[in-house]
């Protein structure tokens, strides 16, 4: 009985140097594949590379400090005293350019400075200024609510204007809204009477004043110095 296991120890000692070259491989990619599996843990846990979080550190803080110098300086021009100041220059930077179309209608001055639409650009931007800035403010230009009343028909839309009138901010919207609009038609009207050889001083000067009974006048002339009315200019003649 002796024989017998010693020749099976005999033969698993010799095989056994086989049996472990056969699974050194397996075992070997075993120890590579959790290895990586363990380096690539750790590299998903690693954190960001400090220079990484102090240059998103240094943005975030460079563009918090630029909205902020931003936001200071529209507050400290979107205010109630520039507001007041572009009323000013909307009133009174108008007043020049209406001499020159009354005075002077026919002067190539006049053609220079008029024939374009750079000074209404300006007076347009005027008007801009004063709704962005009024906007701006706490109140805004007016309560929408009491702006709602002025179009409503089951109500009393003049009572509801008169209201309005009460805030500074629309009373300056408004106000510029309406020397913009009258210089453009005063404007037409000059050039309407340069292309068609009709006198139009005294309506581009009751268009200052009045606004459409200005326009209403420059028909009248049209017609009885036998001008006629203008075309359709909608329509290729």
């Not at 702006?147 to 408004?174: H, L, R």
């Not at 913009?180 to 068609?196: A, C, H, M």
Request: hydrophobic fraction near 45%.
């Amino acid at each position: 009985m002796k024989i017998p296991a010693l020749l099976i120890s005999t033969c698993v000692w010799a095989l056994l140097p086989q049996a472990t070259l056969a699974f050194a491989p397996i075992a070997s990619r075993s120890s590579t594949l959790q290895r990586n599996t363990h380096k690539t843990s750790t590299l998903s846990l690693c954190p960001l590379p400090l220079q990484d979080i102090d240059y998103a550190a240094n943005n975030l803080i460079t563009n918090s400090a630029a909205l902020s110098s931003s936001l200071d300086l529209s507050a400290g021009i979107l205010t109630t005293e520039n507001i007041k100041q572009a009323f000013s220059v909307a009133t009174f930077f108008p007043q020049i350019w209406w001499l020159f179309l009354i005075v002077l209608p026919k002067s190539g001055i006049t053609k220079k400075l008029m024939g374009g639409y750079e000074i209404l650009t300006i007076t347009s931007l005027v008007h801009f200024f004063i709704v962005t800035a009024s906007i701006a403010q706490p109140d805004g230009t007016a309560p929408m609510a009491e702006f709602a009343d002025v179009f409503d028909p089951a109500g009393d839309p003049q009572k509801a204007m008169v209201g309005m009138m009460q805030y500074p901010n629309f009373v300056s919207e408004e106000w510029s809204h309406v020397l913009t609009w009258d210089l453009f038609v005063g404007r037409w009207i000059w050039l309407d009477g340069l292309k068609r050889g009709i006198f139009t001083s005294h309506s581009v000067l009751l268009c200052n004043l009045i606004g459409p009974p200005g326009l209403l006048l420059h028909w009248a002339t049209c017609l009885v110095t036998r001008k006629g009315l203008p075309g359709n200019e909608a329509i290729d003649e």
